[in-house]
């Protein structure tokens, strides 16, 4: 007995999506003209699966194609609790780039929050941040002067954002920025999934002499909605021993210096 018609697209349609899928992991990206090509489809078709699949929060759709989507993607509390591992030894490795005397920019995040943890005790800087639990956990550090910057508070990403944001951090001259990283791609850049954070972000590269990203492996070679600048506009990657080298050469290709922390 045969299968309705309606039954047997949507098992093609599946099929194609789980093949999709499949070379998207495999490759990094993929190209809609090459998996029409590939599936005897129509571009059109392909399109739509693309669209079904960024809307399940599986890809990120770009021109002519797709790239991973982050996991980053989700709010401050359910991102405490994901490669926990990983952001200790970061944060641990990337509060050793930090001197004497310096101005930080530091961006919220939970690898970032961990940062500031990690600042040694006899430090004497001046850390500048948007993050409340940031400023919160250099309260009672005793060299280390906070300045919070104000604005309108993003309750998922607990961070300050906004005009009022963006106007205060054009005053500071910093040494060096930490970057709390959503997405980073080798050909689309440092992306995020909020469009004001992307102007916070921009105003803190633009604001410092040295910008250092800290990304776990997931979040490499990955994608999201708006984009923050090009992958140039970093001078340091923070990230977790046991990448391959051909994850990372693209990277270094560019004149990033590529620090492996160890777990």
């Not at 994608?223 to 391959?244: C, K, N, R, W």
């Amino acid at each position: 007995m045969h299968k309705p018609v309606e039954e047997r697209n949507s098992m093609l349609t599946a099929e194609r999506q789980q093949h999709i899928l499949a070379t998207l992991q495999r490759q990094g990206k993929v190209i809609a003209s090459e998996l029409s090509a590939d599936l005897d489809v129509s571009e059109d078709t392909i399109r739509r699966d693309l669209r079904k699949l960024a809307e399940a929060g599986l890809l990120q759709r770009v021109h002519g194609g797709a790239l991973p989507s982050s996991p980053a993607a989700t709010s401050y509390m359910a991102r405490q609790g994901q490669s926990q591992t990983a952001k200790a030894a970061i944060a641990h490795a990337a509060a050793q780039l930090v001197t004497n005397g310096q101005v930080i920019i530091l961006d919220g995040g939970t690898t970032t929050v961990q940062v500031a943890q990690r600042l040694p005790a006899d430090l004497r800087a001046t850390v500048v941040t948007n993050s409340p639990p940031i400023a919160l956990a250099l309260a009672s550090h005793p060299h280390v002067e906070v300045l919070l910057v104000g604005g309108r508070l993003d309750k998922d990403s607990l961070v300050s954002i906004g005009a009022v944001t963006i106007d205060s951090l054009r005053t500071v001259r910093a040494d060096l920025c930490m970057l709390g990283i959503c997405s980073l791609h080798p050909e689309v850049g440092i992306t995020v999934p909020d469009l004001e954070e992307a102007y916070v972000k921009r105003a803190m590269i633009a604001s410092a002499a040295e910008v250092v990203a800290l990304a776990s492996v997931e979040k490499l070679g990955t994608a999201t909605t708006y984009t923050v600048g090009p992958l140039t506009d970093l001078t340091h990657l923070v990230t977790e021993p046991g990448i391959s080298e051909e994850v990372l050469a693209p990277y270094r290709a560019l004149g990033i210096t590529i620090v492996n922390c160890e777990l």
